[in-house]
């Protein structure tokens, strides 16, 4: 590892960020390293699966990012702010589509909280997990904007109550109330699952 990298490395996403805008464009590169994976993920399942459409968004968001440092105050959490570009970015391309309705979500999504804490934590072998991850995308995919998105970034993205209050502009407790209801209305439509998990116990 060269010398300059190990600089980076050790800095915290804020301190990177005051480096780029202090023109040390090296550090874009560890940012991007650290962050452009879980990005991608989010805006595959926010943007209905649509391959290029992420790509296209992951590379928009970082190219706002190294054209426009400045935009970034120092004193939050580079984490927050870089998540609620993204979803925002997602708002707007709903409203460009005039997308009121709930979109499908692939069946890919690779479920490694939300269905281990929620749904089967005991015998995650004990049925088809494929079809059991495809069931919990379509009833993701029943949900409102905001309640997959806060679920989304809840237990995919494994942000704090706080973390997602402050990227949705929304109060804790709503977080809380959106958190409640979906995971009570996606556990109830998958409780033939949890049957399958007590028949076999």
Not at 92 to 103: L, P, S
Not at 130 to 139: D, I, P, R, S
Not at 154 to 182: N, P, W
């Amino acid at each position: 590892m060269s010398l300059l990298k190990s600089k980076y490395r050790k800095q915290t996403d804020e301190q990177l960020m005051r480096f780029l805008q202090e023109r040390e464009k090296a550090a874009f590169n560890e940012l991007y390293d650290r962050y452009s994976v879980r990005i991608l993920k989010f805006f595959h399942r926010m943007l209905n699966g649509d391959e290029q459409k992420s790509q296209d968004f992951l590379q928009d968001i970082f190219l706002k990012i190294v054209e426009k440092p400045h935009l970034f105050d120092s004193h939050q959490s580079f984490s927050t702010w870089i998540f609620t570009i993204a979803r925002n970015m997602c708002k707007n391309e709903y409203r460009k589509q005039d997308v009121r309705k709930i979109m499908e979500l692939k069946a890919d999504f690779e479920t490694e909280t939300a269905d281990r804490d929620y749904f089967y934590a005991q015998s995650e072998q004990q049925f088809d997990r494929k079809q059991f991850q495809t069931a919990l995308m379509n009833e993701l995919s029943k949900l409102s904007d905001s309640h997959r998105s806060t679920f989304l970034l809840r237990y995919q993205q494994q942000f704090s109550i706080k973390e997602i209050s402050d990227i949705l502009h929304c109060s804790e407790g709503t977080v809380k109330s959106r958190l409640f209801y979906a995971t009570q209305k996606i556990a109830h439509q998958l409780r033939k699952y949890n049957e399958e998990i007590s028949r076999n116990e």
